[in-house]
């Protein structure tokens, strides 16, 4: 138990600063309410549903005729202290009430797990689409965003000509997207800079992805690789999940 609190059997927190005289004011500090509901909370949190619920509605039972409540409590007498009404107490009180009205497991549940594929002329390998789909069902609830480097051609590059390159970018995630929808996978894409590295930053600031997957062509083939893309994002993005998937589809477009 943490010097400064009574014991947690008391359902009430108190400041160690009751002890006369070192505050300089006679008498003792009551407890602050915002407090007790945030161990309320916690417990929520923490699947201690039963401790939570008799804390919140002791906390709760502090609040006068007009429903509101002090920023303290003696806890003895039940009398109101301090600033009143406060709104951190009654912001404790909303905000506990959430957590108790909608558990934890039932949030949790909620929410997608999320995996960012970074592909280019690989995005419509069938074989890529087999592992996404398999990594995105392992979860009831899931989401994928194909995000495709418009990756130009040098001369083009040079002339920043990159409506080509943006077109056929589209085309692909496009396709990629279709065939992934088609098997039943919650999926959605987008053009990216044209830098890997940054496509892959900037898809993150939007999309809060669980983990990526990054498809390149082998070894000796891929640009990617021999700018170390691979490495550069495992040490970026840790302890984020990357996973490197090798394929030479699309290998032979001109």
């Not at 549903?49 to 906390?59: D, G, I, T």
């Not at 905000?95 to 997608?112: F, G, I, M, N, S």
């Not at 390149?216 to 893309?229: A, D, M, N, V, Y």
């Amino acid at each position: 138990m943490p010097d400064g609190f009574r014991p947690i059997a008391d359902y009430a927190l108190l400041a160690d600063c009751n002890v006369r005289g070192v505050d300089g004011l006679e008498g003792g500090e009551g407890t602050f309410l915002l407090c007790s509901f945030w161990l309320a909370a916690c417990w929520a949190r923490t699947g201690e549903r039963a401790a939570a619920e008799q804390l919140f509605a002791q906390v709760a039972g502090y609040a006068n005729d007009l429903g509101l409540l002090a920023e303290e409590v003696d806890a003895t007498s039940g009398e109101l202290l301090g600033n009143f009404p406060q709104a951190f107490s009654h912001i404790g009180l909303i905000t506990t009430a959430w957590e108790l009205d909608h558990p934890t497991t039932e949030r949790e549940a909620a929410v997608p797990h999320r995996i960012l594929l970074i592909a280019n002329r690989t995005c419509e390998c069938p074989a890529i689409h087999d592992h996404v789909e398999a990594l995105a069902k392992k979860h009831e609830q899931h989401e994928v965003l194909v995000a495709a480097p418009a990756l130009n051609k040098r001369l083009a590059h040079y002339v920043s000509d990159t409506d080509g390159a943006v077109r056929a970018a589209r085309e692909r995630v496009d396709a990629a997207v279709s065939e992934l929808q088609s098997r039943d996978v919650v999926a959605a894409g987008e053009v990216g800079d044209a830098n890997p590295w940054a496509a892959i930053q900037d898809a993150l600031v939007n999309f809060q992805a669980d983990e990526v997957v990054i498809a390149t062509f082998p070894p000796g083939k891929s640009h990617w690789l021999e700018r170390r893309l691979i490495m550069t994002a495992q040490n970026g993005l840790a302890p984020l999940p990357v996973t490197h998937l090798i394929s030479e589809y699309g290998i032979d477009e001109p």
